[in-house]
C-alpha cells in the first residue's frame, strides 16, 4: 500500500485498522475461490500483518498523546521547565516500518537544550530511532552474518532496509552493554548444574586493518620492524576467548582415548554417544591492548571474568575445577595462575603433546607411515599411563643411538623440555580415572565458531574498535544469553535515559499476561 493509503487508513484509526483486518478476511476468501498457490497467499498474508502492525503501532502513538503536562513541568534538579511552544517531531523505526511523532517538550528556551520530553519517557524511547525489537532482531542476526546480508535478510523479510553504517553503528554501540552484562550475570541454578565446573581459554588471530585516519599518522621509514609499520592488509591481532562450563565425569581408560584418537570408527561412534554435553557454558572473547601495545589487558579481563565465575558456580569450592589449555605460558603463568583459585586442576589439552609427539617421529622417520604411526601410538599409550618422563628418556636414548643433524637434536631436545615443562599437567590417568576432560574441543569449537565463522569471511577486515564489538555481542549470542542480554541493555538505557521513570514494564506485561 502507498504511502498516501497509509495515512489514509491510520488516519480513520480503529475503523481503518477494522478495514484493513476485514481486506485480509476476503483476500483469504478470494485466494481460496482462484485456486491460488499457498505460497502465494503466505506472501499476501506476510505483507498485510506487516501493513496490520504498522497500523496497530501507529494508532497506539496516537492513543498515547502528544506528553502535554501543562504549561510548566518540574525538572529533576528541582527547577521549574517551561512548555516549549514548538511541537517537535522524532523519526521512529520499528519492526514494521517508519512512524513519526509529534511531542510537546521542555526546557527553558526554544532553541536551548530540551530538558524534557513526557511522552518519550512514557513509551520508554530507546535513544536513537530504531526500536528495541528491530535492534534485538537486527543485531543477533549481525552476531552471525555480514552486516550488509542483514541490511538485505531484513529488506526481505519486513520489506525495510536499515543501511549497513547504521547496523555497524548499532553494534558498537549495543556492545558498550556487554562488560556490565557480565559482571551482573546471576550464575545458573546450581539443580542444573554438572558435578565438575571446567575453564578454558585460547587465542586466535582476527585480521585488523587500521582505523579511519591512521595511515597518515604512521611516519614513512625506508626499514622498518613489523611491529613499527601499524597494521598491513592481512595483519591478525590474537584475541583471547574463554569458556566456562559444568559436565557430568565421564571416566575412560587409556586404551579408549587411543582407539579415538586413531580413528577406530566403532570405539568413536560409542564414545561419541556416551559423551556428556557441557551445561550453562558461557564464552567471552577480549581483544584489547595496553598503552604498549601488549596483550596484559585482556588476560587480566577475560581470566577476571573466568576466576569471578568460578567463583559464583562453585562458592564453597567443594566441586573439583579443570583449567583446560594448550601449553601457552601466558595463558598459564598471567591467567590461570593469578585469576583461578588455589586447588584448581591443570590439564594440559592431550591434543597438543600429540602433536609433539608427531614432531618427534618426524625426527627419526622420514614419513608419516606406518613406522611413524606405531611409535605415535605407543608412546601417547604410554603418556595417558602416567609416563610422560619414561617417554622423554626414551626419546632421548634413541636420539644417542641414531646419527641425528645438529637441526634434528635441536628439535628433538625442544620436544623434550615441552614435556618435562608440562608434565605436571599431563597426569592423565589420574583425569581419565575421575572422569575429567582432556582435550578442549570446546574452546577450539568456541575459537573457529566465534572468530572463524563470523570474522574472517573472504576479504573482512576489522578496526579495533568493531572487532572488540563483534566479539563480545557474538560471544553473548553463543552462550545462548541474547535475549537476557537485550532485557539487562533495555533496562540500563531506560534507567539512563529515564531516571525518575521505572526502568522496564513489567507491571504492563502482567497485566496483559
Known sequence: MDSMNANEAAGNGW??????????????????????????????????????????????????????????????????????????????????????????????????????????????????????????VSQELATQMPFEAVSKTLEGLLGQRIPVDSLEQGNRQLADSVEAFWNELSPPPPKEEGPILVVSADHKGVPMRREAGEASAQPVLAVKQPSEVGLRPGTKKMAHLGVVYSIEPFVRTPEDIVAALFRDPSAEEEASAKRPRPAHKRVRGCL???????????????????????????????????????????????????????????????????????????????????????????????????????????????????????????????????????????????????????????????????????????????????AQAMLGLRTVQISGLWGDFMAAHIAAEGQRLYPGAAANDSSFMDKAA
Not at 497506539?60 to 517537535?88: K, M, N, V, Y
Not at 520499528?94 to 526554544?110: D, K, Q
Not at 513526557?118 to 530507546?126: A, C, T, V
Open 15 to 136: 475503523e481503518g485498522t477494522r478495514r484493513k483486518l476485514e481486506d485480509l478476511f476476503v483476500l483469504i476468501e478470494e485466494a481460496a475461490r482462484g485456486a491460488r498457490s499457498v505460497h502465494q497467499v503466505e506472501e499476501l498474508v506476510w505483507e498485510s500483518l506487516l501493513f496490520l502492525g504498522w497500523l496497530l503501532v501507529e494508532q497506539f502513538i496516537a492513543l498515547s498523546g502528544d506528553g502535554d503536562e501543562g504549561e510548566w513541568l518540574p525538572g529533576q534538579d528541582g527547577r521549574r521547565l517551561r512548555r516549549l511552544p514548538t511541537r517537535h517531531r522524532r523519526p521512529y523505526r520499528s519492526m514494521f516500518g517508519e512512524h513519526c511523532l509529534e511531542r510537546v517538550v521542555y526546557g527553558t528556551r526554544e532553541g536551548q537544550r530540551i530538558e524534557a520530553v513526557p511522552l518519550d519517557e512514557r513509551l520508554r524511547l530507546p535513544a536513537g530511532k530504531y526500536s528495541y525489537a528491530l535492534q534485538q
Open 288 to 466: 584489547l591492548r595496553d598503552e604498549d601495545g601488549t596483550t596484559a589487558t585482556q588476560t587480566e579481563t577475560l581470566f577476571g571474568w573466568l576466576g569471578a565465575e568460578v567463583a559464583a558456580r562453585n562458592p564453597q569450592g567443594k566441586k573439583p575445577t579443570c583449567v583446560l589449555m594448550d601449553g601457552g605460558r601466558d595463558l598459564w603463568d598471567n591467567g590461570a595462575a593469578v585469576h583461578l583459585p588455589a586447588g584448581t586442576i591443570p590439564i594440559l589439552d592431550l591434543i597438543h603433546p600429540l602433536g609433539y609427539l608427531w614432531d618427534a617421529a618426524g625426527v627419526f622417520f622420514n614419513s608419516t607411515g606406518d613406522s611413524a604411526r606405531q611409535f605415535v601410538r605407543e608412546r601417547v599409550l604410554r603418556i595417558l599411563q602416567g609416563e610422560v618422563l619414561s617417554v622423554v628418556q626414551g626419546l632421548r636414548i634413541m636420539a644417542g643411538r641414531h646419527a641425528l643433524s645438529d637441526h634434528k637434536r635441536e628439535r628433538l631436545r625442544s620436544i623434550c623440555a615441552y614435556f618435562e615443562n608440562n608434565a605436571a599437567r599431563m597426569d592423565y590417568a589420574r583425569y581419565l580415572a575421575a572422569g575429567y576432560p582432556i582435550c578442549s574441543g570446546v574452546i577450539e569449537g568456541a575459537c573457529r565458531h566465534v572468530v572463524v565463522d563470523r570474522m574472517e569471511c573472504s576479504g573482512m577486515r576489522w578496526v579495533m574498535s568493531g
